[in-house]
T-cell receptor, first 112, second 111 residues
C-alpha cells in the first residue's frame, strides 16, 4: 500500500545524544515536511523540502537539521537532543507545495 | 498565512450533519482554505480545500462565503469515527505548503 512511513514509532533518548528520525514515502511526491506537535499546541512546521536537493526552514527549525538526497527519504536529525524537543513528530508529503499533504503515523520522542 | 478562528468544541448526534465553522477575515485573494482532521494519536488527514467556489468530495462539503471571510465544513452524515480535531487552515502565495495549524475544533459525535 502506497503511503508514508516513519521510524521509530517511539524513542526515549538521553539529553545530548544524537538522533535521526526517518521518513520514507513511495508516492513519488516532490515536497516533504517535518512537523512537531506538543500538548495543547497545534502542529508546527520544522523544515520542509520542495524537491530533492532543496530544503527550507519552517516555524521552529532551531536544533534540527534535514537532508533530501533523493525523492523518497527525508530524515530529521537532532544533533544534540534537549528535553524541550520531547514531542510527537509527524512527517508529511505532497505532490508539490501547492497540493494537499499526506501525513505519516508519527514518532513519539522523549528526551530525558 | 491568514489567521483562522474556530470554535473550541462542538457536539453532533450520529447520523446528523456536522457543520463546522471557520472565520478567516484576513484571507488574501490567492489563499486557499484547507481542512484537515486528526483522530486521536494519528497523523492529520486531508479532507477538502477550496478557493472561492463550494466544493464537495466523498468525505465532506466546503461552503465558502462570497466575501471569502468565512467557511463551513459539512460532514453530511456524521459517524462515531468522525470524532476528531478539525483544523481549518488558510495557505497560499509564498506560504504555500507551510501549513499553520491552530487549536482546531474538537468534534464529538454521540450515539
Amino acid at each position: 500500500i502506497a503511503g508514508i512511513t516513519q521510524a521509530p514509532t517511539s524513542q526515549i533518548l538521553a539529553a545530548g545524544r544524537r538522533m535521526t528520525l526517518r521518513c520514507t514515502q513511495d508516492m513519488r511526491h516532490n515536497a516533504m515536511y517535518w512537523y512537531r506537535q506538543d500538548l495543547g499546541l497545534g502542529l508546527r512546521l520544522i523544515h520542509y523540502s520542495n524537491t530533492a536537493g532543496t530544503t527550507g526552514k519552517g516555524e521552529v527549525p532551531d536544533g534540527y537539521s534535514v537532508s533530501r538526497a533523493n525523492t523518497d527519504d527525508f530524515p530529521l536529525t537532532l544533533a544534540s537532543a534537549v528535553p524541550s524537543q520531547t514531542s510527537v513528530y509527524f512527517c508529511a508529503s505532497s505532490r508539490t507545495l501547492n497540493n494537499e499533504q499526506f501525513f505519516g503515523p508519527g514518532t513519539r520522542l522523549t528526551v530525558l | 498565512d491568514a489567521k483562522t478562528t474556530q470554535p473550541t468544541s462542538m457536539d453532533c448526534a450520529e447520523g446528523r450533519a456536522a457543520n463546522l465553522p471557520c472565520n478567516h477575515s484576513t484571507i488574501s485573494g490567492n489563499e486557499y482554505v484547507y481542512w484537515y482532521r486528526q483522530i486521536h494519536s494519528q497523523g492529520p488527514q486531508y479532507i477538502i480545500h477550496g478557493l472561492k467556489n463550494n466544493e464537495t468530495n466523498e468525505m465532506a462539503s466546503l461552503i465558502i462565503t462570497e466575501d471569502r471571510k468565512s467557511s463551513t465544513l459539512i460532514l453530511p452524515h456524521a459517524t462515531l469515527r468522525d470524532t476528531a480535531v478539525y483544523y481549518c487552515i488558510v495557505t497560499g502565495g509564498t506560504s504555500y505548503g507551510k501549513l499553520t495549524f491552530g487549536q482546531g475544533t474538537i468534534l464529538t459525535v454521540h450515539p
